[in-house]
């Protein structure tokens, strides 16, 4: 009997902390960050205010979107997340669900990097490359990313 409680919630509480909840001062953050204008300038607190303002009618201040943003404040009211995601356009689900919530960070690290010149060129490139190659060109990459970090020597030749 003992054995079958503890078997039940282990799993559970295992898949939990894969999701990597962030707080919503770090997803708004991260919306910013990747969501840009188009002339690639990050948007303001007072232009993301005064559209949120725009869409709902209510009181949506730029002190309170950057209390907002940096954890001072962190009890918006549904409506106020609902208009950031789609200012953002994300789906409101990202602050509400920690799974898609991870998966739409990723998705936004990427919307990022792809950001670079040298990082767009370098996947712009490989398009046309077979899985073998494309395979290759990762592993390039992670022993690089290795070294550079200092953890992988480079090799002699001998």
């Known amino acids: 009997m003992a054995e079958s409680q503890p ?5 559970q509480s295992q898949t939990q902390p894969q999701a990597h909840p ?13 969501v840009r204008r188009p002339n690639r300038e990050q948007y303001s607190h007072e232009e993301v205010a005064k559209a949120c303002r725009e869409a709902t009618g209510e009181s949506f201040s730029a002190t309170y979107l950057w209390q907002l943003r940096t954890g001072r404040r962190d009890n918006p009211t549904k409506r106020h997340l609902e208009v950031l995601a789609q200012f953002f356009q994300v789906p409101v689900a990202y602050f509400f669900d920690d799974a898609q919530g991870a998966a739409i ?13 040298g990082v767009r060129n370098i996947a712009l490139r490989a398009v046309n490359l077979s899985p073998e190659a494309v395979g290759t060109i990762s592993d390039i990459i992670d022993v690089l990313a290795r070294r550079e970090q200092g953890s992988d020597p480079p090799s002699t030749p001998g």
């Open 7 to 11: 078997a039940a919630p282990e799993p």
């Open 22 to 34: 962030q707080t919503l001062a770090a997803k708004i953050d991260a919306l910013f960050r990747a």
């Open 105 to 117: 960070t990723k998705e936004l690290e990427l919307l990022t990097a792809l950001r670079d010149a």
